[in-house]
């Protein structure tokens, strides 16, 4: 694999060669313009690999990445203007500068320093380093942060890195720094009800297995699956997803109110996201009309949010309490 970086009108443009993540998934070639700097192109390079290095550049600056839809869900029920937002698990930092943008204060805590490194290093580039605090915290069970820290704490495609048996002390460790009146907002996780495990692997049935027939499943037919990794490396990639049942309960009863039951905007806007660029109509058309009949037929009655059966998680609480 190889990676070469021009410079083109003040801007770099990366040329890759050899099988990465591109735009809809592998591929063995792109060509592609960026804002960043060589020192933070070769940074994301040296703890991303050339495998993820577009994926990694997109993911703040490609606006449908995430940073449109991530605002969508945040404004449906606030906005981040003078906000203080925990960003749990900022990766290399891409979501915390689409959070500072919105106008949030952000402090992002992430377990592997040399992620930190690349976001304080994005923070300076971006020149938002007042308005993003990135922190090495070994262990996110256990936040330096008072009680009620944030008004806004958003986990954005971090939950399925986590192993299951420690995601609950994580989501109650979120909401215990959340103010009374804050908001958690849970975006990007693979849904594990999802039939297809798009995330890691890219083969079905992979959510539906215990996770030791799964790797077995994996190591056998994905070719996504090095022949050295093991199974704590694939559960530590994201082979695990998660459902909104699983955060539901790690979340304390009574304080933890779904806000996606309210605005029955669920659909809609998962429609808009998910079809823009779908060119059948007929696709277009029956994905419209499953997704609007599971709502009526099922979520409403039990009331259960659509976004519980969304590919990829979409969720929004706010914690019940005075302060509003």
């Known amino acids: 694999m190889a990676v070469t970086i021009h410079e083109a009108d003040g801007k770099r443009v990366v040329e890759i060669r050899g099988r990465h993540w591109g735009p809809g998934g592998f591929v063995e070639y792109s060509r592609f313009e960026t804002s960043y700097s060589r020192e933070l192109i070769q940074a994301i390079l040296e703890v991303k690999g050339e495998t993820f290095l577009r994926d990694e550049i997109d993911r ?15 404004h449906r029920f ?10 749990f698990g900022a990766g290399c930092g891409g979501s915390s500068l689409i959070l500072a943008r919105l106008g949030a204060r952000v402090t992002s805590v992430e377990p592997v320093e040399p992620f930190v490194r690349v976001a304080r290093l994005r923070a300076r580039d971006a020149g938002l380093e007042d308005r993003i605090r990135a922190l ?8 330096p942060f008072p009680d009620g820290a944030f008004d806004v704490v958003t986990a954005n495609g971090v939950l399925e890195h986590i192993p299951p048996a420690l995601r ?9 720094v959340l103010r009374p009146g804050g908001y958690l907002f849970i975006y990007e ?3 594990r009800l999802w039939p297809v495990d798009h995330h890691t692997t890219g083969l079905p049935l992979v959510p539906y297995l215990p996770a030791r027939w799964a790797f077995r499943l994996a190591r056998a037919w994905s070719d ?3 022949p050295t990794e093991t199974l704590e490396d694939l ?12 955060v539901l309960r790690a979340l304390p009863r009574g304080e933890a109110v779904c806000l996606n039951l309210q605005d029955g905007q669920d659909v809609p806007l998962f429609l808009a996201q998910t ?3 779908v060119r059948s109509r007929l696709r277009r058309a029956l994905k419209a009309a499953l997704y609007r009949a599971l709502d009526r037929a099922v979520c409403r009655p039990l009331g259960i949010p659509p976004a519980a059966f969304f590919p990829l998680l979409a969720l929004s609480f706010r914690k019940e309490g005075a302060a509003r």
């Open 60 to 74: 703040a600056e490609d606006p449908d990445r995430i940073a449109r839809p991530l605002a969508a869900l945040i």
């Open 78 to 87: 606030t906005d981040l203007e003078g906000k203080d937002l925990l960003d």
């Open 136 to 143: 090495h915290v070994p262990d996110t069970r256990h936040l």
């Open 168 to 176: 609950a002390p994580c989501l109650r460790e979120m909401w215990r």
């Open 189 to 191: 996780s693979p849904n």
């Open 224 to 226: 996504r699956v090095e």
């Open 235 to 246: 559960v530590g990639r994201g082979m695990v997803g998660v459902t909104y049942w699983e």
């Open 275 to 277: 079809t823009a660029g």
